[in-house]
C-alpha cells in the first residue's frame, strides 16, 4: 500500500528574501517572495510561515497566494530584522498538474545577511535563495 503511494518531487519553486526600497515608510526592508522558475503555473499556492530560536517562537502567519503564472514570483510577507536572528520557516504547498506538491524552505538563524546575496531566478534582484 505505501509502495503505491506518489509524493511528486518538488523542483524549480524557491523561497527568496530580498532587501528593498519601502516608498511608504522610507526605510529598507527584508521581504520573503515565492519564485516559480518552472515553464508552467502553479495553482492554489499556500505559504505557512513562522520563526523559532530554542524557547523563541513566532505565531504562524498562513498566506494564500492563489495561482503563480510560469517564470514568476510572488510576494509573500515582509521580515522585521529581529526575525533574522531566528531559524525562518517557509512550508510551501500548491497544486501543479493535477498533483500536490509540498515543501519546507529554511533560513537557518543568521543565514539572511547581505553577504549571502545572490543573483535570483525570474527576479531581476540579488537576494538570499533557498532550494
Known sequence: MKKDIEIPIVEDVYVAVVKEW????????????IINDRDTSIEMVLVVTKGYDG???TSLLRHGIGTIDAK?????EMLQEELLQMNNEFAVTFFAGNKLYEKKYIFRKNTINENAFQ?????DQRGILVK
Open 72 to 76: 514568476s514570483s510572488a510576494k509573500i
Open 22 to 33: 519601502n516608498k511608504e515608510f522610507l526605510a529598507q526592508d527584508w521581504n520573503s517572495y
Open 119 to 123: 543573483d535570483l531566478p525570474v527576479m
Open 55 to 57: 524557547e523563541r517562537k
